[in-house]
Nanobody, 114 residues
Framework: QLVESGGGLVQSGGSLRLSCVGS????????MGWYRQIPGKQRELVAS???????NYADSAKGRFTVSRDNTKNTVYLQMNSLKPEDTAVYYC??????????WGQGTQVTVSS
């Protein structure tokens, strides 16, 4: 089970930090990802972090967003700075354990006003 928090309304140029808490003793083994979805569009990867800490970012997130994880707290974070109106979306946390093991959170709304 994954539970996201931290979404909300922020002005353009502002910051938000999303959190995703997972359950289970093997959280540290999963690749954790943040995705976002705009109505009518496909869900897209924003950033991911592997169990060893290797990160990957969408071009739109590079230089503005930072993904991190604290395996002692079963939590993954997405720090979002310099937010733009086009970042407005529902943000989802994902846990990928490989071999078809994949979990999604319920999503958290991020709205950036201009």
């Amino acid at each position: 089970q994954l539970v996201e928090s931290g979404g909300g309304l922020v002005q353009s140029g502002g910051s938000l930090r999303l959190s995703c808490v997972g359950s289970g003793r093997i959280f540290s083994l999963y690749v954790m990802g943040w995705y976002r979805q705009i109505p009518g569009k496909q869900r897209e990867l924003v950033a991911s972090i592997a169990s060893g800490g290797t990160t990957n970012y969408a071009d739109s997130a590079k230089g503005r967003f930072t993904v991190s994880r604290d395996n002692t707290k079963n939590t993954v974070y997405l720090q979002m700075n310099s937010l733009k109106p086009e970042d407005t979306a529902v943000y989802y946390c994902n846990a990928d354990g490989g071999r078809g093991v994949n979990f999604w959170g319920q999503g958290t709304q991020v709205t950036v006003s201009s």
